[in-house]
């Protein structure tokens, strides 16, 4: 079967730095994505790899390594507004999208 | 900028009803989805329409039923709801299969 796996839940400190981790095992590949969802909306886009190596979009970076199954979202510089959950999702070879269950990234002053 | 919108916001649905979630996005976007997210889980794709006129099932197809007449609309029906629909039910839309989605606010929708 076709799996995202992520953490359930992580915390950091406002200033700080954080990395979200992805794993993934799919029938194909087509890119990975990067949601953010704030509770109670609707998830908004982030990043795109489709190949390997880091994309950096200002504070959010994302990386992925195509032939570990693996990617991760790098925050930098938290701010208070970053807490929320992060969705990462692979395209698979039906060009569908398979989502994890999303990290809880919890910001403390 | 409206880009997509649902209707209604929330809902609560007595057993074996039925109902018609919609969904319109001024995009122009081709590719139309429906998902159902709930806890602990990722979104889960219910239907999907390519292209007007087509649509073809996800992942949790059954009990639902979509159709897709025009570019803008994609409405998400449950024949006879149950409680296992209880759910938030997102639209999203791209402008095709190999471009980020964009979502709705969300239906968050109570089968009792």
């Not at chain 2, 806890?39 to 039923?65: F, Q």
Request: proline letters at 3%; charged letters at 15%.
């Amino acid at each position: 079967g076709q799996n995202i796996d992520q953490p359930t839940e992580m915390t950091a400190t406002e200033g700080a730095i954080v990395q979200i981790n992805c794993t993934y095992q799919t029938s194909g590949f087509n890119g990975l994505f990067w949601y953010q969802q704030h509770a109670g909306e609707a998830p908004t886009f982030l990043s795109y790899n489709v190949l390997d190596g880091l994309e950096e979009k200002g504070r959010f970076s994302s990386f992925l390594s195509r032939s570990k199954g693996y990617s991760y979202l790098l925050l930098k510089e938290l701010q208070m507004k970053d807490s929320a959950s992060y969705l990462c999702a692979v395209r698979d070879s039906n060009y569908q999208l398979i989502w994890g269950a999303g990290t809880k990234l919890i910001i403390k002053p | 900028t409206a880009g997509i919108t649902q209707a209604p916001t929330s809902q609560i649905l007595a057993a074996g009803r039925s109902m018609t979630l919609r969904c319109t996005q001024d995009m122009r976007h081709n590719a139309m989805y429906w998902y159902r997210q709930d806890l602990g889980l990722g979104l889960r794709l219910i239907h999907y329409s390519n292209t007007a006129g087509t649509t073809g099932k996800g992942e949790v197809p059954d009990g639902y039923s979509v159709s897709r007449a025009n570019t803008d609309d994609f409405p998400l029906t449950l024949a006879s709801a149950v409680p296992s629909q209880t759910s938030v039910y997102f639209c999203a839309s791209s402008d095709s299969s190999e471009t980020e989605a964009f979502f709705g606010q969300g239906t968050r929708l109570t089968v009792v």
